[in-house]
């Protein structure tokens, strides 16, 4: 009887030990959820975030969230609904979700607060993070500088937010830096509508600009079509999707979200973390310019070094952008 209940009483412990031990273990595994405003495999905006959210998953073992397609109207319902839930970090991609994280933030002050692409900051628990898109569109606008024949380029930009319309006057600004007199056509459409964004590259197209830009989230694909359908190269930003359009697209701007998103959250995870804004460009390794696989070999040696020393000058920051960005 007594070595019954003593082999009762061990495993009942080992129940416990185990049970407790799983309990630890899912206390302690981070929870990090997104908020993105458009598809998680766009090709662009939303899925560089999500690429990033990946990365924790698989680097941290993170228990991750994502809601695509995120409305206006339920940016504070979702945002709220994530910390509710649990979650430990807290992601609104993009400039549009800055009021509603510090809104929520206030409700929920043990949860983390990250805006993409912004400025805000409670200094508590709610911070952002963002690309230098004038850099960015400071290499786009040297490197189409560099190549035009017509001495005509020109840039469409997507929504009309701080990081797009940033982006577009560094493109302007790269452009004349290389060449003073060249001819830079700009337009913000004001949406994510490929048609759009196809038929004002169009219309670039016909008032003699050679090398088209497009910053449009998704929509920048009808900004490729539009240079594909004229026998033109065409710039990408955030991601280059060289394979899908591998006849035009010759290069991009890459400002690795995904990476400054990974770098943040680990921050967070080791207890490091402060809230507040952070800047990060080409010096971090988070903006850089690449080449297509394929058109990319059709860029001459001297535009290359060119573009290497332009981002080495910002590198050091013996070239300030913002001193020619208007």
Known sequence: ?????????????????????????EE????????????KTDGGWSQVAYTGLLMIEEEFGADISINENTQPADYERILRDYAKDGNDVVIGHGFEFSDSALTVGKEFPDTIFIVTSSNVTNNK????????????????????????????VGGVGGLNIPPIANDVKGFEAGAKYINPNIKVLTAIIGSDDVN???????????QGADILMGNANAASQGVYLAAEQNGLYSIASIFAEYDKFEKTLISCAPADMSKAIFQTVETIRDGKYKAGFELMGVKQEIIDFTYSPVLGTKVPGDVKDKMNEIKENMSSGELDVMKFVK
């Not at 209940?5 to 495993?11: F, I, K």
């Open 1 to 25: 009887m007594k070595k019954r209940l003593l082999l009762l009483l061990t495993l009942l412990m080992v129940i416990v030990a185990v049970g407790c031990n799983n309990t630890a273990k």
């Open 28 to 39: 302690d595994t981070l929870k990090v959820a997104m908020a993105v405003p458009g598809a």
């Open 125 to 152: 628990n709610v911070g952002s993070i963002s690309n230098y898109y004038e850099q960015a569109g400071f290499l786009k606008g040297a490197f189409a500088a560099l190549m035009s024949k017509t001495n005509i």
């Open 196 to 206: 759009k964004a196809k038929e004002q590259a169009l219309t670039f197209a016909s």
